[in-house]
Protein backbone atom coordinates (compact mmCIF):
# COMPACT_ATOMS: atom_id res chain seq x y z
CA UNK A 1 0.00 0.00 0.00
CA UNK A 2 1.49 3.68 -0.85
CA UNK A 3 2.33 6.06 1.72
CA UNK A 4 0.37 9.20 0.86
CA UNK A 5 0.95 12.26 2.69
CA UNK A 6 -0.96 14.46 1.24
CA UNK A 7 -4.44 11.88 1.87
CA UNK A 8 -7.14 14.12 4.32
CA UNK A 9 -7.79 13.01 7.37
CA UNK A 10 -11.16 11.89 8.24
CA UNK A 11 -12.72 13.81 11.48
CA UNK A 12 -13.45 10.99 13.68
CA UNK A 13 -16.95 10.26 14.82
CA UNK A 14 -19.07 11.57 18.09
CA UNK A 15 -17.63 9.08 20.68
CA UNK A 16 -14.15 7.99 19.24
CA UNK A 17 -12.04 8.10 21.86
CA UNK A 18 -9.51 10.82 21.67
CA UNK A 19 -6.26 9.72 20.95
CA UNK A 20 -4.40 12.97 20.71
CA UNK A 21 -0.99 12.93 22.85
CA UNK A 22 -0.96 8.79 21.80
CA UNK A 23 0.26 9.12 18.57
CA UNK A 24 2.79 11.33 17.01
CA UNK A 25 3.76 9.79 13.26
CA UNK A 26 1.22 9.83 10.42
CA UNK A 27 0.48 6.16 8.97
CA UNK A 28 -2.21 4.98 6.58
CA UNK A 29 -3.68 1.27 7.29
CA UNK A 30 -5.65 -1.16 6.14
CA UNK A 31 -8.31 -1.56 9.06
CA UNK A 32 -10.85 -4.92 9.33
CA UNK A 33 -13.74 -4.39 11.64
CA UNK A 34 -16.71 -6.89 11.50
CA UNK A 35 -15.45 -7.79 8.20
CA UNK A 36 -15.62 -4.43 6.59
CA UNK A 37 -12.19 -2.49 5.52
CA UNK A 38 -11.65 0.71 6.11
CA UNK A 39 -8.80 3.24 5.81
CA UNK A 40 -7.46 4.88 8.90
CA UNK A 41 -4.80 8.29 8.83
CA UNK A 42 -3.41 9.08 11.41
CA UNK A 43 -1.50 12.28 11.71
CA UNK A 44 -0.02 14.28 15.14
CA UNK A 45 -2.41 12.81 17.24
CA UNK A 46 -5.90 12.88 14.90
CA UNK A 47 -7.39 9.57 14.16
CA UNK A 48 -9.61 9.69 10.99
CA UNK A 49 -11.79 6.40 10.50
CA UNK A 50 -15.22 6.43 8.42
CA UNK A 51 -16.64 4.23 10.86
CA UNK A 52 -16.87 4.52 15.00
CA UNK A 53 -14.05 2.80 17.08
CA UNK A 54 -15.49 2.34 20.58
CA UNK A 55 -12.66 2.06 23.43
CA UNK A 56 -11.66 -1.57 24.08
CA UNK A 57 -12.22 -2.49 20.28
CA UNK A 58 -9.51 -4.26 18.50
CA UNK A 59 -8.81 -4.15 14.88
CA UNK A 60 -5.94 -5.84 12.38
CA UNK A 61 -3.67 -3.13 10.63
CA UNK A 62 -1.03 -2.79 8.48
CA UNK A 63 1.65 -0.69 10.17
CA UNK A 64 2.82 1.87 7.63
CA UNK A 65 5.74 4.02 8.22
CA UNK A 66 8.56 6.04 6.54
CA UNK A 67 12.08 6.72 7.32
CA UNK A 68 15.61 7.94 5.11
CA UNK A 69 14.81 4.61 3.47
CA UNK A 70 11.69 4.68 2.63
CA UNK A 71 8.11 2.77 2.83
CA UNK A 72 8.05 0.46 4.96
CA UNK A 73 5.20 -1.53 6.38
CA UNK A 74 4.31 -3.95 9.73
CA UNK A 75 1.63 -6.15 8.38
CA UNK A 76 -1.16 -7.55 10.35
CA UNK A 77 -0.67 -5.96 13.75
CA UNK A 78 -3.06 -6.40 16.18
CA UNK A 79 -4.42 -2.85 17.64
CA UNK A 80 -6.49 -2.07 20.43
CA UNK A 81 -8.58 1.74 20.35
CA UNK A 82 -7.73 3.19 24.23
CA UNK A 83 -7.73 6.32 25.51
CA UNK A 84 -4.90 8.52 27.27
CA UNK A 85 -6.99 7.90 30.17
CA UNK A 86 -7.97 4.54 29.46
CA UNK A 87 -4.47 2.78 28.98
CA UNK A 88 -4.35 -0.13 31.34
CA UNK A 89 -0.59 0.55 32.96
CA UNK A 90 -0.08 -2.94 33.54
CA UNK A 91 0.11 -4.25 29.71
CA UNK A 92 3.91 -4.54 28.36
CA UNK A 93 3.70 -2.49 25.36
CA UNK A 94 1.89 0.73 25.85
CA UNK A 95 2.82 4.34 25.77
CA UNK A 96 5.84 5.39 27.74
CA UNK A 97 8.83 7.73 27.89
CA UNK A 98 11.39 6.79 25.63
CA UNK A 99 13.93 9.69 24.04
CA UNK A 100 13.70 8.45 20.84
CA UNK A 101 10.89 8.52 18.17
CA UNK A 102 11.81 5.60 15.99
CA UNK A 103 11.57 2.20 18.06
CA UNK A 104 11.34 -0.17 15.49
CA UNK A 105 14.73 -1.39 14.94
CA UNK A 106 13.91 -4.01 17.67
CA UNK A 107 10.55 -5.00 15.64
CA UNK A 108 11.15 -8.37 14.72
CA UNK A 109 10.45 -8.45 11.29
CA UNK A 110 9.93 -11.76 10.77
CA UNK A 111 8.11 -12.93 14.04
CA UNK A 112 5.82 -10.03 13.94
CA UNK A 113 6.38 -8.47 17.15
CA UNK A 114 8.98 -6.85 19.18
CA UNK A 115 12.39 -8.38 19.78
CA UNK A 116 12.58 -10.49 22.63
CA UNK A 117 16.13 -9.75 25.08
CA UNK A 118 17.84 -12.71 23.91
CA UNK A 119 17.57 -10.92 20.13
CA UNK A 120 18.08 -7.60 21.59
CA UNK A 121 21.35 -8.87 22.79
CA UNK A 122 22.62 -8.28 26.78
CA UNK A 123 22.79 -4.65 28.04
CA UNK A 124 20.18 -3.02 25.58
CA UNK A 125 17.30 -1.96 26.89
CA UNK A 126 13.85 -2.43 25.93
CA UNK A 127 12.02 0.45 24.74
CA UNK A 128 8.53 -0.52 26.72
CA UNK A 129 11.07 -0.46 29.80
CA UNK A 130 11.27 3.95 29.08
CA UNK A 131 14.24 5.45 29.35
CA UNK A 132 13.54 6.50 33.16
CA UNK A 133 16.30 4.94 35.27
CA UNK A 134 14.10 3.73 38.36
CA UNK A 135 10.97 2.91 35.88
CA UNK A 136 10.09 -0.31 35.03
CA UNK A 137 7.17 -0.90 31.92
CA UNK A 138 7.20 2.74 32.16
CA UNK A 139 6.23 2.30 36.04
CA UNK A 140 7.93 4.07 39.01
CA UNK A 141 7.75 1.72 42.26
CA UNK A 142 7.50 3.59 45.38
CA UNK A 143 10.48 2.15 48.13
CA UNK A 144 11.61 3.45 50.64
CA UNK A 145 13.91 3.07 53.91
CA UNK A 146 11.08 4.60 55.87
CA UNK A 147 8.53 2.21 56.65
CA UNK A 148 6.06 4.96 57.56
CA UNK A 149 6.80 6.67 54.14
CA UNK A 150 5.42 3.68 52.58
CA UNK A 151 2.44 2.49 54.60
CA UNK A 152 1.40 6.42 54.28
CA UNK A 153 1.01 5.55 50.43
CA UNK A 154 -1.36 3.45 50.85
CA UNK A 155 -4.92 4.65 48.64
CA UNK A 156 -5.75 0.94 47.65
CA UNK A 157 -4.62 1.62 44.02
CA UNK A 158 -1.13 2.00 43.33
CA UNK A 159 -0.45 2.87 47.10
CA UNK A 160 2.57 5.39 45.31
CA UNK A 161 3.90 2.94 41.99
CA UNK A 162 3.00 5.89 38.95
CA UNK A 163 2.35 5.44 35.43
CA UNK A 164 4.60 8.06 33.59
CA UNK A 165 2.98 8.60 30.61
CA UNK A 166 5.15 10.71 27.83
CA UNK A 167 4.68 14.39 27.43
CA UNK A 168 5.91 15.00 23.80
CA UNK A 169 8.39 16.61 22.61
CA UNK A 170 11.69 15.18 21.30
CA UNK A 171 12.57 13.58 24.84
CA UNK A 172 9.35 12.24 25.51
CA UNK A 173 7.66 11.79 21.73
CA UNK A 174 3.94 10.18 21.28
CA UNK A 175 4.24 6.93 18.96
CA UNK A 176 1.30 4.76 18.00
CA UNK A 177 3.94 1.80 17.49
CA UNK A 178 3.98 1.61 21.08
CA UNK A 179 0.40 -0.14 20.81
CA UNK A 180 1.61 -2.76 18.84
CA UNK A 181 1.45 -5.78 20.95
CA UNK A 182 -1.11 -3.76 24.34
CA UNK A 183 -3.15 -5.66 25.97
CA UNK A 184 -6.14 -3.88 26.85
CA UNK A 185 -6.82 -6.95 29.44
CA UNK A 186 -3.59 -7.24 31.50
CA UNK A 187 -4.10 -8.67 34.40
CA UNK A 188 -2.90 -6.86 37.98
CA UNK A 189 0.76 -8.11 39.18
CA UNK A 190 -0.77 -8.84 42.49
CA UNK A 191 -3.99 -8.79 44.08
CA UNK A 192 -6.83 -9.76 46.61
CA UNK A 193 -4.30 -9.42 50.11
CA UNK A 194 -6.10 -12.02 52.59
CA UNK A 195 -5.40 -11.72 55.95
CA UNK A 196 -7.61 -13.81 58.70
CA UNK A 197 -10.14 -11.43 60.31
CA UNK A 198 -9.46 -12.89 63.60
CA UNK A 199 -6.33 -14.83 64.89
CA UNK A 200 -5.85 -16.56 67.92
CA UNK A 201 -2.74 -15.08 70.31
CA UNK A 202 -1.56 -17.75 70.08
CA UNK A 203 -2.31 -19.48 67.16
CA UNK A 204 -1.39 -19.38 64.25
CA UNK A 205 -2.36 -17.18 61.49
CA UNK A 206 -1.99 -16.83 57.28
CA UNK A 207 -1.67 -14.10 55.00
CA UNK A 208 -1.02 -13.89 51.00
CA UNK A 209 -2.02 -12.46 47.60
CA UNK A 210 -2.54 -13.50 44.34
CA UNK A 211 -0.63 -13.75 41.27
CA UNK A 212 -1.01 -14.12 37.86
CA UNK A 213 0.31 -17.75 36.12
CA UNK A 214 2.78 -16.65 33.54
CA UNK A 215 1.62 -17.54 30.44
CA UNK A 216 2.85 -20.58 28.23
CA UNK A 217 3.79 -18.52 25.39
CA UNK A 218 7.23 -17.22 24.95
CA UNK A 219 6.50 -13.81 26.41
CA UNK A 220 3.91 -12.10 28.74
CA UNK A 221 2.08 -9.18 27.45
CA UNK A 222 1.45 -8.03 30.64
CA UNK A 223 4.08 -6.58 33.25
CA UNK A 224 4.81 -8.70 35.96
CA UNK A 225 6.66 -8.84 39.43
CA UNK A 226 9.47 -10.63 38.23
CA UNK A 227 9.80 -7.62 35.58
CA UNK A 228 10.67 -4.79 38.74
CA UNK A 229 13.31 -7.25 40.27
CA UNK A 230 13.29 -9.48 43.70
CA UNK A 231 11.58 -9.04 46.54
CA UNK A 232 10.19 -10.77 49.61
CA UNK A 233 6.11 -10.66 50.61
CA UNK A 234 6.15 -9.41 54.05
CA UNK A 235 2.86 -8.68 56.33
CA UNK A 236 3.15 -5.47 58.91
CA UNK A 237 1.03 -5.21 61.72
CA UNK A 238 0.28 -1.76 63.12
CA UNK A 239 -1.68 -0.87 66.30
CA UNK A 240 -2.12 3.10 66.90
CA UNK A 241 0.80 4.13 63.94
CA UNK A 242 3.17 2.02 65.95
CA UNK A 243 4.54 -1.22 63.96
CA UNK A 244 4.21 -4.51 66.72
CA UNK A 245 4.99 -7.03 64.28
CA UNK A 246 6.53 -7.94 60.93
CA UNK A 247 7.47 -11.53 58.89
CA UNK A 248 8.00 -12.03 55.46
CA UNK A 249 7.96 -14.97 52.91
CA UNK A 250 11.39 -16.94 53.29
CA UNK A 251 12.00 -16.87 49.46
CA UNK A 252 11.12 -13.83 47.33
CA UNK A 253 7.82 -14.10 45.06
CA UNK A 254 8.04 -14.98 41.27
CA UNK A 255 5.56 -14.80 38.28
CA UNK A 256 2.65 -17.32 38.46
CA UNK A 257 3.43 -18.40 42.21
CA UNK A 258 1.18 -16.57 44.83
CA UNK A 259 2.57 -15.76 48.18
CA UNK A 260 2.02 -17.16 51.37
CA UNK A 261 2.48 -16.69 54.61
CA UNK A 262 2.17 -19.27 57.44
CA UNK A 263 3.14 -18.33 61.34
CA UNK A 264 2.44 -20.03 64.39
CA UNK A 265 2.04 -17.30 67.58
CA UNK A 266 5.13 -17.99 69.93
CA UNK A 267 6.79 -16.79 73.34
CA UNK A 268 8.53 -13.33 71.97
CA UNK A 269 6.02 -12.58 69.48
CA UNK A 270 2.73 -12.96 71.11
CA UNK A 271 0.71 -9.78 70.27
CA UNK A 272 -1.54 -8.12 72.70
CA UNK A 273 -5.18 -8.38 72.14
CA UNK A 274 -7.24 -5.95 70.42
CA UNK A 275 -7.38 -4.88 66.49
CA UNK A 276 -4.94 -4.50 64.22
CA UNK A 277 -4.12 -2.17 61.11
CA UNK A 278 -2.22 -5.05 58.39
CA UNK A 279 -0.50 -3.74 55.24
CA UNK A 280 0.94 -6.19 52.49
CA UNK A 281 4.81 -4.96 51.71
CA UNK A 282 7.74 -5.53 49.67
CA UNK A 283 11.03 -6.02 51.30
CA UNK A 284 14.63 -6.19 50.00
CA UNK A 285 15.21 -9.05 52.39
CA UNK A 286 14.00 -11.48 54.48
CA UNK A 287 12.84 -11.12 57.88
CA UNK A 288 11.87 -13.77 60.19
CA UNK A 289 8.40 -12.83 62.35
CA UNK A 290 9.23 -10.55 65.25
CA UNK A 291 7.88 -7.72 67.53
CA UNK A 292 10.90 -5.45 67.73
CA UNK A 293 12.51 -5.99 64.39
CA UNK A 294 16.05 -4.16 63.19
CA UNK A 295 15.37 -2.43 59.97
CA UNK A 296 18.61 -1.65 59.56
CA UNK A 297 19.47 -1.63 55.74
CA UNK A 298 16.06 -3.28 54.97
CA UNK A 299 14.55 -0.96 52.34
CA UNK A 300 10.06 -1.43 51.94
CA UNK A 301 8.20 -1.41 48.57
CA UNK A 302 4.53 -0.33 48.67
CA UNK A 303 2.51 -3.31 47.24
CA UNK A 304 0.29 -2.11 44.30
CA UNK A 305 -3.29 -3.04 43.80
CA UNK A 306 -3.46 -4.04 47.41
CA UNK A 307 -5.71 -2.48 50.40
CA UNK A 308 -4.62 -2.63 54.02
CA UNK A 309 -6.99 -4.73 56.19
CA UNK A 310 -7.62 -5.42 59.93
CA UNK A 311 -7.58 -7.82 61.77
CA UNK A 312 -8.37 -9.21 65.54
CA UNK A 313 -6.34 -10.46 68.10
CA UNK A 314 -8.07 -12.63 70.35
CA UNK A 315 -8.13 -15.34 72.65
CA UNK A 316 -9.60 -18.77 71.76
CA UNK A 317 -10.42 -22.32 73.67
CA UNK A 318 -8.23 -24.34 71.35
CA UNK A 319 -4.83 -24.17 69.46
CA UNK A 320 -5.11 -25.75 65.85
CA UNK A 321 -2.07 -25.60 63.41
CA UNK A 322 -2.48 -26.56 60.14
CA UNK A 323 -1.05 -26.36 56.57
CA UNK A 324 -1.69 -27.32 53.14
CA UNK A 325 0.82 -27.53 50.16
CA UNK A 326 0.83 -27.96 46.25
CA UNK A 327 2.57 -30.82 45.51
CA UNK A 328 1.91 -31.98 42.07
CA UNK A 329 0.57 -29.24 39.84
CA UNK A 330 2.21 -30.12 36.82
CA UNK A 331 -1.06 -32.54 35.27
CA UNK A 332 -4.48 -33.06 35.78
CA UNK A 333 -5.38 -34.60 38.70
CA UNK A 334 -3.37 -31.66 40.76
CA UNK A 335 -2.21 -33.14 44.24
CA UNK A 336 -2.73 -31.30 47.69
CA UNK A 337 -0.98 -32.58 50.67
CA UNK A 338 -2.20 -31.29 54.16
CA UNK A 339 -1.73 -32.07 57.90
CA UNK A 340 -4.15 -30.89 61.06
CA UNK A 341 -2.59 -30.78 64.44
CA UNK A 342 -4.34 -30.52 68.11
CA UNK A 343 -2.00 -28.43 70.34
CA UNK A 344 -2.57 -29.74 73.97
CA UNK A 345 -5.99 -30.05 73.58
CA UNK A 346 -8.07 -33.22 71.51
CA UNK A 347 -10.57 -31.77 68.65
CA UNK A 348 -13.36 -33.50 67.40
CA UNK A 349 -15.61 -33.71 64.43
CA UNK A 350 -12.90 -32.53 62.05
CA UNK A 351 -13.76 -31.72 58.53
CA UNK A 352 -11.27 -30.48 56.07
CA UNK A 353 -12.53 -28.88 52.51
CA UNK A 354 -10.86 -26.96 49.28
CA UNK A 355 -12.43 -23.81 48.95
CA UNK A 356 -12.10 -21.19 45.66
CA UNK A 357 -10.47 -17.91 47.57
CA UNK A 358 -13.09 -15.92 46.33
CA UNK A 359 -15.48 -17.31 49.46
CA UNK A 360 -12.13 -16.57 51.62
CA UNK A 361 -13.72 -13.56 53.86
CA UNK A 362 -17.15 -16.28 54.55
CA UNK A 363 -16.23 -19.68 54.08
CA UNK A 364 -18.73 -21.17 55.54
CA UNK A 365 -21.00 -19.92 52.09
CA UNK A 366 -18.21 -21.38 49.89
CA UNK A 367 -18.62 -25.16 51.49
CA UNK A 368 -21.11 -26.02 48.56
CA UNK A 369 -18.58 -24.77 45.91
CA UNK A 370 -15.70 -26.98 47.88
CA UNK A 371 -13.55 -28.78 45.01
CA UNK A 372 -13.33 -31.32 47.56
CA UNK A 373 -13.88 -32.72 51.36
CA UNK A 374 -13.10 -35.15 53.63
CA UNK A 375 -14.43 -36.36 57.34
CA UNK A 376 -11.40 -36.77 59.49
CA UNK A 377 -13.18 -37.26 62.64
CA UNK A 378 -11.41 -37.03 65.62
CA UNK A 379 -7.81 -35.81 66.50
CA UNK A 380 -6.23 -36.42 70.08
CA UNK A 381 -4.20 -33.83 71.76
CA UNK A 382 -0.44 -33.10 70.26
CA UNK A 383 -1.28 -35.41 67.81
CA UNK A 384 -1.21 -34.84 63.48
CA UNK A 385 -3.53 -36.05 61.15
CA UNK A 386 -2.19 -36.17 57.27
CA UNK A 387 -3.92 -36.65 54.17
CA UNK A 388 -3.49 -35.61 50.46
CA UNK A 389 -6.30 -34.46 47.77
CA UNK A 390 -6.29 -35.48 44.25
CA UNK A 391 -8.36 -32.60 42.52
CA UNK A 392 -9.30 -32.66 38.77
CA UNK A 393 -10.92 -29.73 36.39
CA UNK A 394 -9.53 -26.44 39.01
CA UNK A 395 -10.58 -23.67 37.76
CA UNK A 396 -7.62 -21.69 35.79
CA UNK A 397 -7.95 -18.12 37.29
CA UNK A 398 -8.50 -19.12 40.98
CA UNK A 399 -6.69 -19.67 43.45
CA UNK A 400 -7.93 -22.52 46.99
CA UNK A 401 -7.62 -22.18 50.50
CA UNK A 402 -8.03 -24.82 53.12
CA UNK A 403 -11.09 -24.65 55.33
CA UNK A 404 -10.73 -26.89 58.56
CA UNK A 405 -14.01 -27.22 60.88
CA UNK A 406 -13.93 -29.04 64.15
CA UNK A 407 -15.96 -29.04 67.31
CA UNK A 408 -19.69 -29.83 68.05
CA UNK A 409 -21.83 -28.69 65.43
CA UNK A 410 -18.37 -27.15 63.60
CA UNK A 411 -18.65 -24.37 65.96
CA UNK A 412 -14.68 -23.55 65.41
CA UNK A 413 -12.59 -23.33 62.41
CA UNK A 414 -9.28 -22.73 60.90
CA UNK A 415 -8.32 -21.70 57.10
CA UNK A 416 -5.37 -21.27 55.11
CA UNK A 417 -3.92 -20.08 51.61
CA UNK A 418 -2.83 -23.60 50.07
CA UNK A 419 1.19 -23.02 49.91
CA UNK A 420 3.77 -23.07 47.34
CA UNK A 421 2.53 -22.75 43.52
CA UNK A 422 -0.76 -21.74 41.95
CA UNK A 423 -2.46 -24.59 40.65
CA UNK A 424 -3.18 -22.91 37.12
CA UNK A 425 -0.25 -23.78 36.16
Known amino acids: MAYDPTTKII ?17 QANVTIDGRTETINVLSGDIGVNCALETGDTFIADYIYRDA ?32 INTLLQWNFAANRWKTQSELGAGVRPWW ?17 NLNTVLGAYDGDMNGWQYLKPNGGLLQPY ?19 IIDSRISQTGQFSAGAMMPAPSESEENNYLSLADFGEFYFGVVFVKNGILKLIVTTDETVSSGASPTIVQQFSAGTYLQLGTYDVYPVFTNQAIQMTTNPNLNNVVFTSCPCLSHSTTEIATDAYDVAIDARWTGVISDPKRVEYSIQAIGSAITNVMCYIIPTTYYDNPSSGISAAVASETIGNISGDQTRTGMFNLSGLISDHNYFMYVTFGEASQYNRKMLIRDVAPSQ
Open 11 to 27: TAPVGTPDLQKCFAVRV
Open 69 to 100: LGTHAIPNVTWTVVSRNEINKWAKYKPVRWNS
Open 129 to 145: MSSVNNAVGGIQTLYSS
Open 175 to 193: RITDFAGYSHLAPEPISNF
